[in-house]
């Protein structure tokens, strides 16, 4: 497939391609039924709408979902797309064969137009300390596992997606001071980690524990040239605080950086997700101006230092991203004098 013009910019219209070289406007998913008139024309995706039960903090919630190939038409709008669904399992079994994961991957890459590149969450299988199973909370006899990274994860990725593949991202989960290890020894279990995975460019990690986003973590980012992901979330500080804390550094050796947009700060994701439902209209009140003006300054410190900043938009960040990144785009383009469609 042919690809979109690089230099489209028109914010009246969600078109964000072209706002500036090294800035890369893009969203958490992108199937959302309420981003029809926006992002997707309702003339060809209205009536293949499908539906499913989410629940959720003790309540129940329908999502709308559109089908596997309105990816085409998302990527008319955004140079990046984050898909999340990848955090919930590996994409190969331990047998080899491919997940419905994989297989829904290969969907979107039957999709995708020429440029167009993704982030990958890395599976949870991995990344996540404990697992929720069956009602409990259990820990996770994988943590941190090179092999099932690489072999069935890393891997198949790369060969699915090829040069599409711009970076993964590595969540680790909030840990309460309870049940946290010691900084020195978090920094030990994911610098082997690092030296035992393909060294390849592509990691980015987000730790969500504020009291990790310290000396010992960074020094082992930087040795593996690993990016520190800054994320807009509950539990954490302020996105220039965590960049401050970070020394001012982006790290990632490929000249690439990720901010994430998640939620509200000191606001549970299920409480999110409810105030942000449907997903079709910005909430009053809910979006921060702080996310969108640290945001903002990030975007103009990783262009003025000639890094690629990859800028993750996630509906709970206040009911709807297409209107989350149009606001964050005119408060770029306001502090930089751009002129353009800024309508």
């Not at 930087?222 to 994320?231: D, F, I, K, P, R």
């Not at 409810?274 to 997903?279: G, I, L, N, S």
């Amino acid at each position: 497939m042919s690809g979109p013009p690089a230099g489209d910019l028109d914010l009246e219209r969600f078109r964000f391609r072209g706002l500036h070289p090294q800035i890369h406007l893009g969203t958490a998913s992108d199937r959302y039924a309420g981003w029809l008139g926006q992002i997707y024309d309702p003339e060809r995706f209205a009536h293949r709408v499908t539906r499913r039960t989410k629940s959720l903090g003790g309540r129940k919630f329908v999502e709308e979902v559109l089908p596997v190939e309105c990816v085409g038409e998302y990527f008319e709008h955004f140079p990046v797309l984050e898909l999340d669904y990848t955090f919930y399992g590996p994409l190969l079994d331990p047998a080899g064969k491919p997940t419905g994961i994989y297989r829904t991957l290969l969907a979107y890459r039957g999709q995708l137009p020429e440029g167009a590149r993704l982030l990958l969450k890395a599976p949870q299988a991995v990344t996540a300390h404990v697992l929720r199973r069956g009602g409990a909370v259990v820990p996770n006899p994988e943590y941190l596992n090179p092999e099932l990274f690489a072999h069935r994860f890393l891997r198949p990725a790369a060969e699915l997606l090829g040069p599409a593949l711009a970076g993964v991202i590595l969540e680790q989960e909030y840990r309460r001071k309870d049940e946290r290890e010691a900084p020195e020894r978090a920094a030990e279990e994911w610098g082997r980690f690092f030296a035992a995975v393909p060294a390849c460019g592509l990691y980015h990690l987000e730790l969500r524990t504020e009291a990790y986003l310290a000396p010992p973590l960074f020094q082992v980012l930087e040795h593996h040239g690993v990016g520190q992901v800054l994320s807009h979330w509950t539990w954490l500080p302020p996105l220039l605080r965590q960049f401050e804390l970070g020394e001012g550094k982006f790290r990632n050796g490929s000249g690439e950086a990720v901010v994430r947009l998640m939620t509200p700060r000191n606001v549970r994701y299920e409480d999110a997700y409810a105030a942000a439902h449907p997903f079709d209209r910005l909430v009053p009140g809910m979006l921060d101006p702080g996310m969108v003006g640290d945001a903002a300054t990030l975007m103009h410190e990783a262009a003025g230092r000639g890094q690629r900043l990859h800028v993750i938009v996630n509906n709970r960040a206040g009911g709807n991203a297409p209107l989350i990144a149009r606001a964050l785009a005119r408060e770029f383009l306001a502090r930089s004098g751009a002129q353009g469609a800024q309508s």
